[in-house]
């Protein structure tokens, strides 16, 4: 190498360190490594469609929620194993309505909350969907202990039992939720303005952590419990038949009917995610418009469990029934006497061992 060379790689080599901070530009740290995807059309159908959607959603959940916690409080004992898991249940509804607000103004402008609400309001979100379908899964799997196991279910089935798997239950689902906690972040977007989306970490290794909250929650918290729940009252109905004790599962029925909602709301929402999936899977370009738009309304679908949820434990529940006549006559004197003759003409039977606490 002769002496021009190295004069001149000298030279490269001092300006590489002279150069100033400047000069330097730091643009990929923010935008470069993240894909975002331009899609104009679906931000504006939901900016349109679903900020006043949130905010019902929002209203009912709370308010029908609020109606069960407080007949929980007023009437009821937290000393058996259904109330026990009625509340968290209860509580996971209200965890997943609370981030409704934040989603409708952020829908309907950009994210003002800041970078440590951002955080939270999605993990708040997770946290309520994946205890809402655990305890749910929980809420059977006991209903098929206390029928099908009547027995020895009786010397398990104790309030131990119950905070216990309450625990659990908790900790499962705040460990799933870390990844958003994690990922989640704002940037400010020329366009859009300020955003709440995955921006932690570079494009390849968010892809890996989307495509695994995906499966995880299609597999974990969806697979899963439905092939439990559905064993669980294929195995209640069969010996609800062989006894012949029909009249007596009400309360059997009112959970059925709860999961059943639930998982028509839920199933067309888990559908879409795991279409998302397998084309994350095989395309490195950003979805198509059409499984956007389907996520928007599914999801939109599966927020209304939160509103329907209630309503079934307060309007199916028998003794939610008999408890909620209770709060409307103290509150509402002039329909005291009506609920009192609606009750007295009612005939009572005796207590089966296949009746729940509802």
Known sequence: MDEDQLAADYADLLDLFNTSADHVNYSYIVRDHVLLCQKADVMQFGGRYLPPFYYINFI???LGNGLVL?????????????NIFLLNLVISDLLFACSLPFEAVYHASEWIFGRA???LVRSLFSVGFYSSILFLTLMTFDRYLAVVHAVTAAKQRRKAYAISSSVVVWVISLASSVKELILHDTSRD??????????????????KWQLFGYYQQFFLFFLIPLVIVLYCYVRITVRI????IKEKCRAVKLIFVIVLTFFICWTPYNIVILLKALEMSYSTECSSDSLDYAH??????????????????????????????KTVARHIPCLKITIIESQSSKTTSHKSPYTTDY
């Open 60 to 62: 009912i959940s709370v």
């Open 70 to 82: 407080y007949i929980i409080y007023k009437y009821e004992k937290l000393t058996t194993v259904t």
């Open 117 to 119: 609400m951002c955080k």
């Open 190 to 207: 020329p366009k859009y303005g300020e955003l709440c989306e995955d921006f932690g970490y570079n494009q390849d290794t968010l892809t």
């Open 296 to 325: 928007f309304i599914t999801r939109n679908l599966a927020f209304l469990y939160c509103c329907i949820c209630p309503v079934f434990y307060t309007f199916v529940g028998k003794k939610f029934q008999n408890h909620f006549r």
């Open 241 to 244: 038949l062989d006894t012949r």
